[in-house]
């Protein structure tokens, strides 16, 4: 790893003369992970075969445990007490800077890597948000960065943070809750999407609560009269919820499944559940509309003459914006480029992208976003780079990478491993996660976060300005986890 290969990069002149004046060296990042592509490939490839669920991903986590091992990295196991957590770490002193990955899959969406739907057992989890790729690329980048930092021999450490349960918006936070974030000085992380770019907006906070009643048994014909049904207080709960919407932010969702509905109909249930997600865009807004739904519940058991308890699962923030960090990303996957798609890879997405619902691509190229660009109005695949965008927009989804930002400062990078309007959560997601297009996004997505890092060991003066915006963000209202210290781990309540 020596120099870079300028022409490899396709960096213009004003580029190259803004980021490297003053630098005796580089480490070529670009030719490591190059050289490394065959080894990660194989790591997204066995993380996508494994498709396990959140706090479920032995296998996911150690495949990748073991590989950073193998590399010289030490690790620990079951961080913050969570099975399929674990941290791996090298070098010593300062900046620390800490890559971001994931590995869980999603229930009911196993896919081949086929643009005809093909599930691979039928009903099974599969990566339909790419997290095989989020995990594989975060590694490569640390692992590039290791090799940089051991050059270079200069202070540095570099850490690997293997997250397990993201699509349950608690993996992170019970890490965080755990200190594991708290001795950063930057988090870098990606996700995989439709376009390469920067995103300036941020996410959902959110609540995710079951509501448990107790009431009591009766026969449903005979003396029902004896009877208190939990059932009609899960209902009576859900009908008060519908009712609250129309009374809270337009922006906040409110969202319930009934996880218990009693045995069968000729008894009047003693035990109901219901699951509710609660999201607005900020996390005090979230809180005021949880504490509200909490009234609802107690509504719904006085009128039924039952009781009620909660179980809390998870809480997170929103993602906390950071600009310059933002704008340190950007010209690092400039360097980088976008992805080099082959005409197999943009035939399986116009094949992929034939199964997509018309109604919501054709409602997605008309938004502002790509009315903004218009190069994207031809694109299956996105060929080109689009600037950081968004700022100030929150969108419908969470994330619990939102508590690492509010704890340090924290990038985000996206790049294109699914066709243009893709849905999210989806068999077409997991094709394509599974498919070169995915591997091919990934490997730009790892690039752009070490040379990010880099670029940070490089230039110091940008961790104390990205610190500064941080403090200043956060000076009236700092980091509280969303539930107690001393609350147990619910492994067997998700």
């Keep these: 790893m020596r120099l870079f290969i300028l022409k490899d990069l396709k960096l213009d002149v004003s580029v190259v003369n803004k980021t490297f004046e003053g630098a005796t060296f580089l480490p070529d990042i670009i030719a490591f992970l190059d050289k490394k592509a065959g080894e990660l490939r194989e790591i997204s490839d066995a993380v996508w075969d494994y498709a396990e669920l959140g706090f ?39 900046p620390i ?35 095989n790729l989020l995990g594989t690329a975060s590694l490569g980048a640390a692992l590039a960065f290791k090799e940089a930092l051991a050059e270079m021999k200069v202070p540095g450490t570099v850490r690997y943070y293997g997250c397990p349960a993201e699509e349950l918006l608690a993996g992170k936070v019970y890490m965080a809750r755990e200190g ?47 009877g208190r049904s939990a059932l ?22 409110i969202h319930y499944v009934i996880t218990n509905g009693g045995g069968q109909p000729n008894v009047v249930p003693a035990e109901a559940e219901v699951w509710y997600f609660v999201r607005a865009p900020h996390r005090h807004q979230v809180e005021e509309i949880y504490e509200r739904l909490v009234d609802v519940a107690k509504g719904a058991a006085l ?38 798609f082959d005409e197999d890879d943009l035939e399986f997405a116009r094949r992929l992208s034939e199964t997509f619902d018309k109604g919501v691509v054709e409602n997605l190229r008309k938004s502002p976003e790509f009315q903004e660009y218009k190069e994207l109005q031809g ?20 994330t619990d990478v939102g508590d690492v930002s509010w704890i340090v400062p924290t990038v985000q990078v996206s790049t294109a491993t699914v066709p243009i309007g893709c849905p ?71």
């Design 56 to 94: 479920k991903e032995y296998k996911s986590s150690k495949v990748q445990a073991d590989y950073l091992e193998s590399q010289g990295f030490s690790v620990k196991r079951a961080a913050g007490g969570i099975p399929t957590a674990f941290v791996a770490e090298w070098g010593e002193g300062r």
């Design 97 to 131: 800077i800490g890559f971001l990955g994931e590995y869980d899959a999603l229930a009911g969406v196993s896919q081949e890597a086929s643009y005809i739907r093909k599930p691979r057992v039928e009903g099974a989890p599969g990566h339909g948000c790419g997290h």
């Design 180 to 226: 594991l974030f708290s001795d950063l000085d930057v988090a870098i992380t990606w996700h995989p999407g439709s376009l390469n770019t920067v995103r300036l907006g941020s996410g959902n906070a959110m609540n995710s609560a079951k509501f448990r009643f107790h009431g009591k048994t009766a026969h449903a014909a005979a003396d029902p009269h004896n």
């Design 232 to 253: 009609d207080a899960v209902e009576l709960m859900n009908v008060g919820a519908n009712y609250l919407r129309e009374h809270v932010i337009n922006q906040a969702r």
């Design 303 to 340: 009128m039924t003459g039952t009781s009620y308890d909660i179980e809390f699962l998870t809480g997170c923030y929103e993602v906390l914006i950071n600009d310059v960090l933002a704008e340190v990303m950007w010209r690092n996957l400039q360097k980088v480029g976008a992805p080099a």
């Design 379 to 398: 694109q299956i695949l996105n060929t080109t780079l689009v600037p950081p965008h968004g700022k100030g927009r929150s969108g419908g989804g969470s």
């Design 424 to 494: 999210g959560h989806s068999w077409q997601n997991c094709a394509s996660s599974g498919s070169s297009i995915g591997f091919k996004g990934m490997m730009v997505a790892a690039k752009a976060m070490a040379l990010c890092g880099l670029d940070l060991i490089e230039h110091p003066e940008e961790i104390k300005r990205a610190k500064a915006e941080f403090d200043e963000k956060t000076k009236d209202s700092p980091y509280k986890c969303p539930f107690p210290k001393d609350r147990e781990f619910p492994l067997d309540q998700f």
